[in-house]
Each structure stands twice: as structure tokens, then as C-alpha cells.
């Protein structure tokens, strides 16, 4: 039995547990939660552990701080742009990432307490049910960094919105405010901050106290669908992506976040 003194330990992902509720932390909060080597390569771990844990039966995925996630680390996204082979082992992460969580059984239930940018964004809609703070964004902004959306973006936001809204964000990258992302579909709940964790709370207490089998169960079925989309589509992206990654118009992009100025892309 793992009790909460003993869960595993990790460098940028805390965990907690109350009762059967296990609580997944980004805990980066002075990067807002961005997504670094370590972090990448510990989500894979923390999922497999919260998978296999006997004693939670719901999950929770949250930030620390201000942010839920703001996606990737500029200094990880200038490593990878230098030294494009890197970033081949880190597609094949993210490809695990995706999959080890629409594997996961239990519910999983997104405490989206700030912004949930890119990578950020996909782990958010991996989740089961989003509940996000009232003046908190998500979007997937791979191509203003010259990057294809192909680590889940491409298969979650048309899964949830539809094709044609999925194209208009993830070809501009513009962020949605939790409101709009809640009047669309995009996410379940937008609530007052104030208001986050009571509803947070109360939603998993209604899952905790259901019938567990039959809850599972009915996740499995419900994903599906999802999965054979994300079979047909992840490996094709994250080819994609490998591409632009080693693209003038990504050195450029980060280039420019470095020189907070605006990109010139060349479409090369």
C-alpha cells in the first residue's frame, strides 16, 4: 500500500493524496509550470504510477502557482532548436505522454487554476472533465513558434469542438479565455477563482462515491473513439513536428521570444 508519507518523489511534479483522490501537481510555479526535459520525462512516470496506484480511484491534474501549465520551457524549446536530434527523443515522450493518459481508467478531472498553453493545453483536454478559473486562457499556439501542433493539439481540439473551429485556432495559435472555451465545448466548467475548489472538490466527491466498475467502464468506452483517432494521427504529427522543428521559421521564433519582439518568418 502507498500511503501519502511514501508516494514517489519527483523534481517538477508533486503528488498528494486524500482518501482515494490522487492529486497530480505541475509544480514548476516560478517557470508558470512550463514543460522542461525533466518535467517531460517525469509526466511519463507519475501517469504510469497514477495508473497502476491501488489505492486512488480518481485523478486530479493541476498547477502550482498562478499558472495550470504555459507550456514549453523557452530555454528547452531553444535546446531543442539548436540540437534538433533532441528533440526526436522527446517526440517519442510526448507520443507516451498522450497515450499512458487516455489509457489511464479512472477519471481523470483537470483543476485548470491559470493558463494551459500548448503542451499545457493538451494535457488539459487529455483530461476527462475541465473545471478552469474564471480569467484563465488555453490554446495551442505551436505555429507562433513555426511548429505543427502534433503532440495531441490536431486530434484533441477537433475531438472536442469540431474540425473547422479546430482549424481556425490551432492555424493562428490565439488563445481563448476560459469563458469562450466553456460557451464552445472546449472545456466543461468556467467558475469564479473563488469558486475553483469547492467545485473541484465537489465533482470528485460525486466520483469518489459512485460506482467505481461501472465509472471505468464507461470512461474506456467513451475513449474510444479518441483513441483510434490518436493512433491513426500521432505518429503522422509528431513527424510533422520533428520537421518544423528543424525549420528558419522555429530558430527564428525563438530568436524573437528571446528578443521579445515580433517573428519574421519566411515560411522556410
Given at each position: 500500500?502507498?500511503?501519502?508519507?511514501?508516494?514517489?518523489?519527483?523534481?517538477?511534479?508533486?503528488?498528494?493524496?486524500?482518501?482515494?483522490?490522487?492529486t497530480i501537481i505541475l509544480n514548476r510555479p516560478e517557470t508558470l509550470n512550463a514543460?522542461?526535459?525533466?518535467?517531460?520525462?517525469?509526466?511519463?512516470?507519475?501517469?504510469?504510477?497514477a495508473a497502476a496506484d491501488l489505492d486512488s480511484d480518481v485523478l486530479l491534474l493541476t498547477g502550482a502557482g498562478r499558472a495550470f501549465s504555459?507550456?514549453?520551457?523557452?530555454?528547452?524549446?531553444?535546446?531543442n532548436a539548436a540540437n534538433p536530434e533532441l528533440f526526436d527523443q522527446e517526440a517519442r515522450a510526448a507520443k507516451r505522454i498522450v497515450f499512458t493518459l487516455l489509457d489511464i481508467e479512472k477519471p481523470v478531472v483537470c483543476r485548470m487554476n491559470?493558463?494551459?498553453?500548448?503542451?499545457?493545453?493538451?494535457?488539459?483536454?487529455?483530461?476527462?472533465?475541465?473545471?478552469?478559473?474564471?480569467?484563465?486562457?488555453?490554446?495551442?499556439?505551436?505555429?507562433?513558434?513555426?511548429l505543427v501542433a502534433g503532440d495531441g493539439g490536431a486530434i484533441l481540439w477537433a475531438h472536442r469542438i469540431g474540425l473547422t473551429r479546430a482549424k481556425e485556432y490551432l492555424l493562428t495559435g490565439d488563445l481563448l479565455t476560459a469563458k469562450r472555451a466553456e460557451e464552445i465545448g472546449l472545456i466543461n466548467h468556467c467558475v469564479p477563482p473563488e469558486?475553483?475548489?469547492a467545485q473541484v472538490d465537489a465533482f470528485c466527491q460525486k466520483l469518489l462515491n459512485g460506482a467505481t466498475r461501472a465509472i471505468r467502464y464507461t470512461k474506456i468506452l467513451t475513449n474510444l473513439e479518441l483513441k483510434r483517432t490518436a493512433h491513426a494521427l500521432m505518429d503522422a504529427g509528431i513527424a510533422?513536428?520533428?520537421?518544423?522543428?528543424?525549420?528558419?521559421?522555429?530558430?527564428?521564433?525563438?530568436?524573437?521570444l528571446k528578443e521579445k519582439r515580433k517573428p519574421n518568418f519566411t515560411g522556410t
Open positions: 500500500m502507498t500511503t501519502a508519507s511514501n508516494l514517489p518523489q519527483f523534481k517538477t511534479i508533486a503528488l498528494s493524496r486524500q482518501g482515494r483522490l490522487l514543460v522542461n526535459f525533466d518535467m517531460h520525462e517525469e509526466l511519463i512516470e507519475v501517469l504510469q504510477f504555459a507550456g514549453g520551457d523557452l530555454d528547452h524549446l531553444a535546446r491559470g493558463h494551459a498553453v500548448g503542451l499545457g493545453a493538451t494535457l488539459a483536454l487529455l483530461c476527462d472533465v475541465i473545471f478552469a478559473a474564471d480569467g484563465a486562457k488555453i490554446g495551442d499556439p505551436h505555429v507562433n513558434v513555426g469558486e475553483l475548489d510533422y513536428e520533428t520537421l518544423s522543428v528543424r525549420g528558419a521559421d522555429h530558430r527564428e521564433a525563438i530568436q524573437a
